[in-house]
């Protein structure tokens, strides 16, 4: 089973790391769009690509997860959550021209974006309470996650977000894998007979 967790940490990082293809793409995709050319035909093709891609693998890397973590029921919550929404935001992002409600560079939908992101963040301290490097990591890349809606405010569309986002998950996830490789990080998974830690919904607990 902590195999089976160490996978899905790794597809998971793989998964946000084909978002952040994605809102690489998106940057090259408005800075070049014309309607007409086949540059930009092949950019939406390849950003709908790693959409799909990012949004399977991040699908896999969570079921794997969920099934292989013994409680964190709010962690597996969240994380699913955040793939849905991730994914709705893409597609929005992708065709804004489409939908006049989609607003690309508001601040207040980066800022509440980057909210939701950074609470889904948070519940990774369910993985270990107390642990001081776990707890480093989640800040670093909350931070990371918060520093996504300056781009709004420099008039910079909503991918950004989606890039800076993508940049921290990866990383949360890539730390949270060397944590347990290392030792650094004791996840009780399920078939552990050593001992059963109690988990459920208490991340924010004294």
């Given amino acids: 089973m902590h195999e089976k967790l160490n996978n899905g940490l790794k597809y998971c990082m793989i998964g946000n790391l084909l978002f952040l293809l994605f809102g690489l793409i998106c940057f090259i995709y408005y800075k070049t769009f014309n309607e007409h050319s086949v540059f930009s035909k092949a950019l939406e093709i390849t950003a709908y690509a790693c959409e799909f891609g990012g949004f399977t693998i991040l699908l896999w890397g969570d079921w794997l997860i969920s099934t292989s973590a013994r409680d964190r029921g709010i962690m597996k919550l969240c994380l699913t959550l955040y793939?849905?929404?991730?994914?709705?935001?893409?597609?929005?992002?992708?065709?804004?021209?489409?939908?006049?409600?989609?607003?690309?560079?508001?601040?207040?939908?980066?800022?509440?974006?980057s909210g939701i992101s950074g609470?889904?963040?948070?519940?990774?301290?369910?993985?270990?309470?107390?642990?001081?490097?776990?707890?480093?990591?989640?800040?670093?890349?909350?931070?990371?996650?918060?520093?996504?809606?300056?781009?709004?405010?420099?008039?910079?569309?909503?991918?950004?977000?989606?890039?800076?986002?993508?940049?921290?998950?990866?990383?949360?996830?890539?730390?949270?894998?060397?944590?347990?490789?290392?030792?650094?990080?004791?996840?009780?998974?399920?078939?552990?007979r050593a001992r059963v830690a109690e988990y459920k919904s208490t991340f924010v607990d004294d």
């Fill in 119 to 192: 609470f889904v963040c948070l519940s990774f301290l369910q993985m270990e309470k107390d642990n001081k490097k776990l707890e480093r990591l989640v800040v670093l890349c909350i931070a990371i996650m918060f520093g996504g809606m300056f781009g709004n405010i420099l008039g910079i569309r909503i991918y950004f977000s989606i890039i800076a986002n993508a940049i921290a998950f990866a990383l949360l996830f890539y730390g949270m894998r060397r944590l347990i490789l290392r030792e650094d990080l004791d996840v009780d998974c399920h078939g552990d």
């Fill in 83 to 113: 793939i849905f929404l991730e994914a709705l935001m893409m597609v929005l992002e992708i065709n804004s021209f489409r939908f006049s409600f989609y607003k690309p560079y508001s601040l207040l939908l980066a800022i509440i974006h």
